[in-house]
């Protein structure tokens, strides 16, 4: 098992920063693959980013690329998104996954933790 805890949160003006961090417990953290996606009131969870277990590889979508940096530290059993340039179509909650294989489909993760608002007003 590992448990993952999402912080970093909040209410933000569109053009802003976040940093949202996620602590995992548990199982050896850098065995796992991490991603970070995020749900709108009323729609499906999407993926936002990506990481594989050492940090030296990510991928993002196409909705964030440019804008949003995920990394992680494996001394600290955290990853990070950072989140630059906010719009507020960015308001959803945020949720931290880990996974085995490298991918994009939330239904491949294993772990999630319990979310994060992120509200991003214009």
């Known amino acids: 098992q590992v448990q993952l805890v999402e912080s970093g949160g909040g209410l933000v003006q569109a053009g802003g920063s976040l940093r949202l961090s996620c602590a995992a417990s548990g199982r050896t953290f850098s065995n796992y693959r991490m991603g970070w996606f995020r749900q709108a009131p009323g729609k499906e969870r999407e993926f936002a980013a990506h990481i594989n277990r050492s940090g030296s590889s990510t991928f993002y979508a196409d909705s964030v690329k440019g804008r949003f940096t995920i990394s992680r530290d494996n001394a600290k059993n955290t990853v990070y998104l950072q989140m630059n340039s906010l719009k507020p179509e960015g308001t959803a909650v945020y949720y931290c996954?880990?996974?085995?294989?490298?991918?994009?489909?939330?239904?491949?993760?294993?772990?999630w933790g319990q979310g994060t608002q992120v509200t991003v007003s214009s």
């Open positions: 996954a880990a996974t085995v294989p490298m991918t994009t489909d939330p239904k491949n993760y294993d772990y």
